[in-house]
C-alpha cells in the first residue's frame, strides 16, 4: 500500500472498485431525493381529491388531461396521475422499509448483546424465542400479525420489525460471542472494567460491520414484504398507497390490456430493491475482514 | 540401460493466474523401470505433486502442461485423445492420495468405489468384479475382505482407508503406480507397514512406483533412486545411496542436515534459512541462491543439469564436494 | 489390545442408539411448546387486543344470538379460562362457522388443502428438477456464459417479489401472448377422492403459470445450493481419485459429485416445503388458485374471522410437523446431527 488510509478511505475506495455497484449507488440515491422531495417535483398530488377528474381515468401514458396536465405514465382508474402515484409511494414504501429495518436493527442489537454479554438464561431464552421465529417464514408472520391487528402503517411497520429483528439478534449475538472468548475481552474484565465500556467499545463495534450489511439486504426484503402484503390487501390502508398498493389497483385492468396501471409502479418496485441488493452485494464483500487484501 | 516403464523429458506444467505465469513444474526428466521405485523428495510448493499430476493427465485450468514428453511404454500420453487418456488413468497408471480421509467417497460403500474403477475399464460382469476387488482387498492385508467390501469408508480407520485406495490403485495390475505422500497422515508404525507391503508388491508384480514425499526417511529406506525438486525442478539425481551419503547440491545437502538425528543430539537442529521462493514470475537464475552460503554472482543466470560424478545429476555452479559433507 | 479406532467406533456407536429418541422427544416437546405459544399468540390477538364479540359472532346475529354465544364461548369469564376453553375447542376441531360460507370454519380449509399442496408440490417439484441440473452446470462450468447467466438469473430471482413476477407471467403469457391461463384451477379430476388437475391436460395448463410462478424462489435457491456444493465437491481429493481411476466425467459428476451434494440438498428442499406453503398465498391470490392461500385473503377481506382463526392455527401446527419430519429425516440421514445434539 502507498500511503495509510484511514478505515473509512478504505471503505470508500473498495466500494467503487465495482462498476456495478456505483451505478446502484446512483440509482438508489435518486430513488431517494425523488422520494424526499415527492411533493416538490410531483406533477399532481395524488392525495388531493379536489385535482382529480374521473373523466381522466384510465389514460394511457403520454395521454393529456382536461386541464391540459401530461400523464407521462398515464393515469390510473381514479384519474390520478401515474408518475405522481409513484413519486408518493416511493415515499411510503421506503419509509416503512427502513423505519421497520431501523427499528428492528436497534432491538435485536439490543437483544443479541444482552444473549451474548450475559449468556446463561438470559441467552437460552431470546435464543429460543430467535429460533422458533426463524422456523416460520416472514411472510406467514407478517400476514399472522395484520391479520390480528388489521390494516395501517403503523402496524405494518410493527409486522415488519417483529419478522426481522430475530435475524439481527443472531447476528449480533454469534459475533459477540465469538469476540467475547477473545483474549483482551477477559483482559478487560480482569481489569474490572465497567460492563457498558466492554459492551459499547469492545462488543458493539465489532458486531456492526456484519449488521451493517444484513440491514441492507433487508431493507430491500422489507420494502419487498411491505409491497407483497400490500399488494394483498392486507399493508398499508388506501388512503395512502405504497408500491405495492399502486399495482394492486392496477391488476384488473392489466387483464384487458391496460398495462401501465400496474406496470410502472412495479418497474419502480424491481428498480429500487434490484439497487439496494447491488449495493449491499458491495458492501458485503468491502465489510467482510476475511476478503481483505 | 533398460527400457523404463515411464519417462519424462522436459516436462513444463504452468498456471495461467491472473496474477501472472506460475511455472509448477519446470523442465522436468526422469525415468523409472519395471519393478524399480523412484523417490521425489522436496518440499511442499516445489512441484513434485503436480509432477504426478501431470503424468496423470489430471492438471485443472487454470494450469496446463505446456511441454515436454510423457512417455509410457515408449507412447506420448500428452499425444492422446482425452477418452484414449481415460483409459490409461486407473488402467496403465494408478495414483494414491495423501489423505486416506478424503480420497474415498464419503457417501459410496467400498464395493461400489472398487467395481466402478474394474467396469471402467474391462467388460466384466459385477459378479466377477466384486471377485477381483475381494482378493485386491486381501492382498493388501485387509481382514475379513468379503464384509468390508459393503462397508463405507467411515467405518475403516485411516491406515486401513489407504490400503483400501491401494487395494483400488492395483485392481488392473498398472505399469505405473504414482503414490503421493501416502503415509504421511498416517501414525508410523502403519506407515511402516505400508511402505513394507508396497515394495513388496512392486518388486512381485515389477510395477514401477513413483513416490512422491517430503520426508527423507521415509526414501531411505523404500526408493531406489532419488530426484531432489525444488521451484518446479530436479536439482539433485542419483541413487539414494549416492544422494544420501554424499549429497551434492546445497539443498539437499540442507535438507538432510535438517532432519534431527542421534548423533547430532544437544547440538542446535540446523535449518535452511529464509523460505521458498513464490513461483509467481520467478527470477530467472538458480532458485535457491538467496538461501544458500555457496552462492554468488554466477548464481544469477540459470545453472544447467551437470553431471560431475557418473550417474548422478545436479543443478548447481558450486556442488559440494565430497569433503564440504563431512 | 484392540486397535484405537475400535474405542472410537464404539462410543460412537452407543451414542447414536442412545440419542435417538432423546433427540426425537427433545424435538417433539419443542413444538408441542412453540405450538402451545402460537395459540396463546392467536388467542391473545384475538381476544385481548380485538374485541371477540365482534371477532366470533356473526355482525348480522340478533340479541340473543350474541348472549347465546357469549355464554357458549364463555366470554364472561376470565381470560385464562377462556384460554382453556379456547384451546379444548381447538382441540376438539370446533373453531366456529364461516360467516361466509356458513361451514365449519376447519371443514372448509380442509376442503381447499388439496388445491395448494397440489400447487406447492408442482412447484417444488419444478424447483429441483430444473434447479438441481442448472446448478450442476453453472457448478462445472462457472466461467461459461450459461453458467453466468444461470447465476445472474438466480440472483433475480432471489430479489424480485414472488408477486411482481407473478404479474409479469400473466401479462407475457396470458395477455400479451395468450398462451397459458391465468385464472382458476381448471378442471379437476379424483383421484382417490382428492380433486386433482395435474390429470388433465387443461389443468395443467392451468397448472403452469401458478406452479412456476411459486417455483421461482426455490428455484434460485436450489441452483445456488447446487452450484456452491458442486463446486466444493469438485475440489476433493475423492473427486480427484475417482478421475485417476479413470472413470468418465458422467460418472464422476452424476455419482461422485451428485450424492454427496444431495444429502443439504434434500433437507433444503424439506424445509423450505413450508415455506412453499406460506408463499402459495401470493401466488394463489395473483392466479386465483382456489387453495388455503387465497380463502385465508378473500377471509381476511370479508372479516370472516373464525376462518383467520382456524388458518392461522392449521398452518403453524402445519409448519410444526413439517419441521419435525425434516429434523428428524435430517438427523437419519446424518449421523453427525445427532451425536452433536445429543451432547447439546
Redesign the interface.
Known amino acids: 500500500m502507498q500511503r495509510e488510509q484511514t478505515p473509512l478511505q478504505r471503505i470508500v475506495a473498495d466500494f467503487a472498485e465495482s462498476r456495478l455497484a456505483l451505478s446502484g449507488l446512483a440509482v438508489l440515491t435518486l430513488i431517494l431525493l425523488v422520494a424526499l422531495f415527492a411533493p416538490l417535483i410531483s406533477p399532481q398530488n395524488p392525495y388531493d381529491l379536489a385535482q382529480l377528474d374521473v373523466l381522466d381515468s384510465r389514460l394511457p401514458p403520454g395521454s393529456r388531461s382536461g386541464d391540459g396536465l401530461t400523464f407521462w405514465l398515464g393515469s390510473d382508474d381514479q384519474g390520478r396521475d401515474i408518475l405522481s402515484g409513484i413519486f408518493y409511494g416511493l415515499r411510503i414504501s421506503l419509509g416503512v422499509g427502513v423505519a421497520s429495518t431501523l427499528c428492528a436493527v436497534i432491538i435485536g442489537l439490543t437483544m443479541g448483546l444482552c444473549a451474548a454479554y450475559f449468556g446463561g438464561r438470559t441467552d437460552g431464552v431470546i435464543m429460543r424465542f430467535v429460533d422458533i421465529q426463524l422456523s416460520f417464514p416472514a411472510i406467514l408472520i407478517a400476514l399472522i400479525l395484520l391479520a390480528l391487528l388489521g390494516q395501517g402503517i403503523g402496524k405494518t411497520i410493527f409486522a415488519l420489525i417483529m419478522v426481522q429483528w430475530a435475524y439481527y439478534a443472531r447476528t449480533v449475538r454469534s459475533t459477540a460471542l465469538v469476540e467475547r472468548r477473545k483474549e483482551y475481552i477477559e483482559a478487560a474484565v480482569c481489569l474490572a472494567l465497567p460492563p457498558s465500556r466492554i459492551v459499547f467499545r469492545h462488543l458493539l463495534p465489532n458486531c456492526l460491520p456484519p449488521l451493517i450489511v444484513i440491514a441492507t439486504v433487508q431493507v430491500a426484503a422489507a420494502i419487498a414484504l411491505e409491497a407483497t402484503l400490500s399488494y394483498l390487501g392486507i399493508g398499508v390502508p388506501i388512503t395512502e398507497p405504497s408500491l405495492g398498493l399502486l399495482i394492486k389497483n392496477g391488476f384488473d385492468y392489466m387483464l384487458s390490456g391496460k398495462y401501465w396501471i400496474s406496470f410502472f409502479p412495479g418497474i419502480a418496485l424491481l428498480v429500487t430493491i434490484v439497487s439496494i441488493n447491488l449495493v449491499a452485494d458491495q458492501l458485503r464483500d468491502v465489510l467482510n475482514p476475511r476478503l481483505q487484501k | 540401460m533398460t527400457e523404463s516403464t515411464l519417462r519424462v523429458e522436459n516436462l513444463r506444467t504452468h498456471f495461467f493466474t491472473r496474477q501472472g505465469v506460475v511455472k509448477a513444474v519446470e523442465d522436468v526428466s526422469f525415468s523409472v523401470g519395471a519393478g524399480r521405485i523412484l523417490g521425489l523428495v522436496g518440499e511442499s510448493g516445489s512441484g513434485k505433486s503436480m509432477t504426478g499430476y501431470s503424468i496423470?493427465g489430471?492438471v485443472d485450468p487454470p494450469g496446463r502442461v505446456v511441454a515436454g514428453r510423457i512417455l509410457l511404454g515408449g507412447k506420448d500420453l500428452r499425444t492422446l485423445a482425452p477418452d484414449e487418456m481415460?483409459?490409461?488413468?486407473?488402467?496403465r497408471i494408478?495414483?494414491i492420495?495423501?489423505?486416506p480421509m478424503?480420497?474415498?467417497?464419503?457417501?459410496?460403500r467400498v464395493d461400489t468405489?472398487m467395481i466402478?474403477?474394474i467396469q471402467?475399464?474391462a467388460d466384466v460382469s459385477r459378479a466377477a468384479a466384486l471377485e477381483r476387488a475381494r482378493d485386491a482387498l486381501a492382498r493388501v492385508g485387509i481382514p475379513s475382505p468379503q464384509e468390508r467390501l459393503s462397508a463405507y469408508p467411515h467405518?475403516f480407520?485411516?491406515g486401513m482407508r489407504q490400503r483400501v485406495?491401494i487395494a483400488?490403485a492395483l485392481l488392473n495390475k498398472p505399469d505405473l503406480i504414482i503414490a503421493d505422500e501416502p503415509t504421511t497422515a498416517l501414525d508410523v508404525t502403519i506407515q511402516g507397514q505400508i511402505l513394507f507391503e508396497m515394495q513388496k508388491l512392486a518388486r512381485e508384480s515389477g510395477t514401477a512406483l513413483i513416490w512422491i514425499t517430503h520426508d527423507l526417511s521415509v526414501i531411505a529406506g523404500l526408493a531406489d533412486e532419488i530426484c531432489v525438486m525444488y521451484a518446479g525442478r530436479i536439482v539433485e539425481h542419483g541413487s539414494v545411496d549416492q544422494v544420501l551419503d554424499a549429497p551434492l547440491h546445497p539443498y539437499t545437502h540442507g535438507l538432510i542436515d535438517s532432519v534431527p538425528s542421534r548423533g547430532r543430539r544437544g547440538e542446535p537442529l540446523r535449518q535452511i534459512p529464509g523460505m521458498t521462493p513464490s513461483l509467481l514470475d520467478l527470477a530467472p537464475g538458480c532458485a535457491f541462491r538467496d538461501r544458500c552460503a555457496r552462492a554468488d554472482g554466477a548464481c544469477a543466470e540459470d545453472p544447467a543439469l551437470s553431471s560431475p560424478v557418473a550417474g548422478r545429476q545436479v543443478r548447481c555452479f558450486h556442488p559440494l564436494t565430497q569433503s564440504a559433507v563431512a | 489390545m484392540a486397535p484405537p479406532y475400535m474405542g472410537i467406533l464404539h462410543s460412537a456407536f452407543w451414542t447414536l442408539i442412545f440419542s435417538m429418541p432423546v433427540f426425537i422427544v427433545r424435538r417433539l416437546m419443542q413444538s408441542v411448546l412453540v405450538l402451545c405459544f402460537m395459540s396463546l399468540l392467536v388467542f391473545v390477538g384475538v381476544y385481548a387486543i380485538g374485541n371477540p364479540v365482534d371477532i366470533l359472532i356473526n355482525p348480522q346475529a340478533d340479541q340473543a344470538d350474541i348472549e347465546r354465544a357469549i355464554a357458549a364461548l364463555g366470554l364472561d369469564k376470565p381470560l385464562w379460562q377462556q384460554y382453556l376453553i379456547f384451546l379444548k375447542q381447538a382441540l376438539a376441531g370446533d373453531l366456529g362457522k364461516s360467516f361466509a360460507y356458513n361451514i365449519p370454519a376447519i371443514q372448509l380449509i380442509l376442503e381447499r388443502m388439496p388445491a395448494t399442496l397440489e400447487l406447492a408440490l408442482a412447484a417444488t417439484g419444478m424447483a429441483v428438477f430444473l434447479g438441481i441440473p442448472l446448478g450442476l452446470w453453472a457448478g462445472l462450468k462457472p466461467d461459461s456464459w450459461p453458467g453466468k447467466l444461470i447465476m445472474t438469473g438466480s440472483i433475480l430471482g432471489f430479489s424480485l417479489p414472488t408477486f411482481w413476477v407473478g404479474l409479469m407471467l400473466i401479462m407475457l403469457f396470458a395477455v400479451e401472448l395468450g398462451w397459458l391461463p391465468s385464472n382458476g384451477r381448471g378442471p379437476t379430476t379424483e383421484l382417490l377422492g382428492i380433486p386433482v388437475s395435474f390429470l388433465s391436460w387443461e389443468g395443467v395448463r392451468h397448472l403452469i403459470l401458478p406452479a412456476t410462478n411459486l417455483a421461482l424462489f426455490k428455484l434460485s435457491l436450489i441452483i445456488r445450493l447446487t452450484r456452491a456444493g458442486t463446486r466444493e465437491a469438485l475440489l476433493q481429493d475423492y473427486v480427484k481419485f475417482a478421475r485417476a481411476k479413470g472413470l468418465s466425467s458422467t460418472r464422476v459428476v452424476g455419482v461422485h459429485v451428485l450424492k454427496n451434494i444431495m444429502i443439504p440438498i434434500v433437507t433444503v428442499i424439506g424445509l423450505e416445503f413450508g415455506s412453499v406453503i406460506a408463499f402459495a398465498i401470493v401466488t394463489e391470490s395473483i392466479f386465483a388458485w382456489p387453495g388455503m392461500g387465497k380463502l385465508i385473503i378473500d377471509s381476511i377481506n370479508v372479516l370472516d374471522r373464525p376462518v383467520i382463526v382456524a388458518y392461522l392455527l392449521i398452518i403453524v401446527s402445519l409448519f410444526i410437523l413439517i419441521n419435525l419430519a425434516v429434523d428428524i429425516v435430517y438427523s437419519l440421514l446424518d449421523p453427525r446431527v445427532r451425536i452433536s445434539e445429543a451432547k447439546g
Not at chain 2, 481415460?86 to 488402467?91: A, Y
Not at chain 2, 478424503?102 to 459410496?108: C, F, I, R
Request: proline share 3%.
Open positions: 496423470m489430471l481415460r483409459k490409461v488413468r486407473g488402467n494408478a495414483m492420495f495423501q489423505d478424503m480420497t474415498l467417497n464419503p457417501v459410496l468405489q466402478e474403477a471402467a475399464h467405518q480407520s485411516g485406495a483400488i
